[in-house]
């Protein structure tokens, strides 16, 4: 006797033709109707804890470069995902997040597991969230949250779904459609802004996080060539846009508004492409724009033109507005190149002990392998990544969008498992501080589960030392709770299953990395390190 379909079989088919069959989650009670034998197709990607769940799910649709499907419990599982789903949201990641609901005739008396506010809980860091009122618009709310996930800006969406929906009879859906993911940017207005470009006699360009998302890697290249333009790296990138040893990198912008504006001083036109104008972090009193500049912003996020504090704005998909600029600006062969971000390179003589970060990177950009990617969350010592190990190559930088930390460790594991799933070989190397890493330390269970060619090497300097470094600017002194002693961080990575090991000096770090890289396996290289004050 042929079984007759249901709200679940049907919703399973409809997964597959959108081929959302990498499923990352924790299971509990209320989800577990949907899960019930699981399709032999599909792959189910098990986290340690939701947050985990989240960060993998995100660094597997960037890579993938399509949505990711999470399934979360009830009303906890969302509560615990909370802080990475806003790095998604900041990150315009298309996640679909699915939790479960209590059985339909229960929600009346305020049931175990029931979630009376399904639909707010996630707000405002979903783009949509819905709990479908029949049982059989359970596949066309699927269909919907894919549609809105994609569209730009992209972003999580969130779907409440009662259990005992999923055994409903239901014959099929048969409403499968596409959306468009890019706007185009108004030609009468982008033509008047390459006018502004050709004009201008000192430019700066800034290329944000959307750059990389869209694909325009190449594009801005060939823009910032044909225009002898400086390159800045937007604040607080989460993606790096463009290589980051190319003549006319100048580095970073910095974070505060009196760090940009002084960065920026001597450009009569900054356009920023892919980013918000700016990610302000710490408040440090400035001009949002030294006197003489002014500044054009293009962006596909009408939020993000909205927010600019200053410059005008044109909204449409970054790498089409760029691949129109390249025809419509004149060539700056006439304008005297930028000098070159500067990298001194310094090193002691006589190495220190414990070793200080720079030693670390050091080490690191001799034995990188050249296709590697890295997820870094050593929040003090980011200046110095960007020194020693520079950004060359699109799609091969991670990092938060949202600020919090507990991202890095799992988004590692999504960047190796959306490698995987689309036949890609290179190294992952996760660059974390020993704070950021205990945030979400369970996820190196799901990359040893899955043999995943990670290398973590984490910085113990037992201390939150990004927030000293604000303490200082701040003038708050005496805060509490800024220290970590008493972590022995590869006893508790090979607990999980991983090789974990710890490393004094830059000789043992070089042979410990390299032994990692045909380890067949994830590997914790814990290597002691002197704070860094980072640099605000």
């Not at 998302?213 to 937007?234: I, M, N, Q, S, T």
């Not at 920026?264 to 990610?279: Q, Y």
């Not at 970054?318 to 310094?346: F, H, N, W, Y």
């Not at 390299?514 to 605000?536: C, D, E």
Request: proline share 9%; hydrophobic share 40%.
């Amino acid at each position: 006797m042929t079984e007759q379909p249901t709200v679940r079989s049907v919703t399973y088919d409809l997964l597959r033709t959108l081929r959302l069959t990498t499923v990352f989650g924790n299971p509990g009670s209320t989800e577990q109707p949907f899960l019930q034998d699981f399709p032999a197709d599909f792959t189910y990607v098990l986290a340690l804890q939701e947050a985990s769940v989240i960060a993998m799910a995100d660094a597997f649709a960037q890579v993938t470069r399509r949505p990711a499907l999470v399934n979360l419990h009830s009303a906890a599982g969302p509560g615990n995902a909370m802080g990475n789903l806003i790095s998604a949201y900041r990150g315009n990641t298309p996640l679909i997040v699915t939790s479960g609901q209590q059985h339909r005739e229960l929600m009346i008396g305020e049931p175990y597991l029931g979630n009376p506010e399904s639909t707010t809980l996630l707000k405002p860091w979903v783009k949509w969230s819905y709990e479908p009122a029949r049982a059989q618009d359970v596949p066309e709310a699927f269909m919907r949250a894919y549609s809105i996930a994609l569209q730009p800006p992209a972003g999580p969406v969130h779907l409440s779904i009662p259990m005992n929906d999923w055994k409903e009879p239901l014959s099929a859906f048969t409403r499968v459609r596409t959306v468009s993911d890019r706007v185009a940017p108004d030609a009468e207005r982008l033509h008047g802004f390459a006018g502004r470009i050709s004009a201008s006699r000192r430019p700066a360009l800034v290329f944000g996080p959307e750059v990389d998302r869209a694909g325009g890697w190449d594009g801005a290249v060939a823009l910032a060539e044909k225009l002898c333009a400086a390159v800045y790296g937007a604040p607080l990138l989460d993606r790096a846009s463009f290589p980051e040893d190319h003549p006319l990198f100048r580095g970073p912008l910095g974070m505060s508004a009196r760090t940009v504006g002084d960065r920026l001083t001597g450009h009569d036109l900054v356009v920023v492409i892919g980013a918000e104008v700016f990610r302000y972090y710490p408040y440090a009193p400035g001009d949002y724009l030294p006197a003489g500049t002014e500044l054009l912003q293009i962006t596909a996020d009408p939020d993000v033109a909205a927010a600019a504090r200053v410059g005008d704005s044109l909204i449409g998909d970054p790498k089409a507005a760029i691949e129109l600029l390249l025809d419509m600006v004149a060539q700056g062969s006439a304008r005297t190149a930028p000098e070159p971000m500067a990298r001194p390179r310094e090193l002691p003589r006589v190495p220190n002990s414990p070793l200080t970060p720079p030693e670390v990177y050091a080490t690191l950009s001799r034995v990188r392998p050249p296709d590697a990617v890295i997820a870094n969350e050593s929040t003090s010592t980011m200046a110095q990544q960007v020194e020693w190990l520079p950004t060359v190559r699109t799609g091969s930088f991670f990092a938060t969008a949202s600020g919090g930390i507990g991202w890095g460790t799992p988004a590692a594991v999504g960047v190796a498992l959306g490698d995987r799933d689309r036949g890609v070989e290179r190294p992952v190397i996760g660059l974390i501080g020993d704070g950021s890493f205990q945030y979400s330390v369970q996820a190196i269970w799901t990359a040893a589960q899955h043999n995943l060619p990670i290398v973590y090497v984490v910085m113990r300097n037992q201390e939150y030392s990004i927030l000293k470094s604000f303490a200082v600017l701040e003038e708050t002194p005496g805060v509490p709770g800024l220290d970590l002693p008493g972590l022995d961080i590869a006893s508790v990575a090979r607990g999980f299953g991983c090789r974990g090991v710890d490393v004094e000096t830059t000789e043992d770090l070089e042979r410990e990395f390299k032994a990692a890289l045909t380890a067949g396996t994830t590997t914790v290289i814990v290597v002691p390190t002197q704070p860094q004050k980072a640099m605000l």
